[in-house]
């Protein structure tokens, strides 16, 4: 999706806005433009995001997501679960599979890439395997008899 033609339209709205000021004010407007179109376009990225987590919310199946292609945001339409989660579901545990929206701070999202990448998986493969691990009882009991609490 281009954004270029939207920001172009801000830009000539502020343009009209200003047509009457002196030639100061419209150069400022001109700069202040330019400055700002980084901040616009980021913005408008964050809209398709959101607006692509609500629909993925309320359609029941097709998973909706915005990936960046250069500077311009492209949607991304996964219609399988299957492509979703890449994973066959383990022996015992339900077929079905949910879906959650995470917001994560930049640095431990770019660490779980980073995990990702070295086992050779996608982000999402990564978090559910990780998570499948976290959660199992043998992980979640504590049976170290040998740990140490309190002030030495």
């Known amino acids: 999706m281009q954004?270029?033609?939207?920001?172009e339209a801000v830009a000539r709205d502020l343009d009209r806005a200003t047509a009457l000021?002196?030639?100061?004010?419209?150069?400022l407007?001109?700069?202040v433009t330019s400055v700002m179109e980084p901040g616009l376009r980021l913005a408008m990225v964050q809209l398709l995001s959101d607006a692509a987590a609500q629909?993925?919310?309320?359609?029941?199946?097709p998973v909706v997501t915005v990936r960046m292609e250069?500077?311009?945001p492209?949607?991304?339409?996964v219609r399988d679960e299957a492509t979703l989660v890449g994973l066959d579901a383990e022996a015992g545990e339900d077929d079905n599979s949910a879906r959650v929206t995470v917001r994560l701070p930049e640095a431990v999202k770019k660490r779980a890439e980073a995990a990702a990448q070295n086992a050779g998986q996608s982000l999402n493969t990564?978090?559910?395997q990780t998570l499948r691990r976290a959660t199992t009882p043998e992980n979640t009991s504590?049976?170290?008899?040998?740990?140490?609490?309190g002030w030495a």
Request: charged residues 30%; aromatic residues 8%; without cysteine.
């Open 3 to 7: 954004l270029t033609p939207y920001l």
């Open 21 to 27: 000021a002196d030639d100061q004010t419209r150069e």
């Open 29 to 31: 407007t001109h700069r």
């Open 55 to 61: 629909l993925t919310a309320e359609l029941d199946g």
């Open 70 to 72: 250069g500077r311009d």
């Open 74 to 77: 492209r949607w991304h339409i």
């Open 126 to 128: 990564w978090i559910v």
């Open 142 to 149: 504590h049976r170290s008899s040998r740990r140490i609490t």
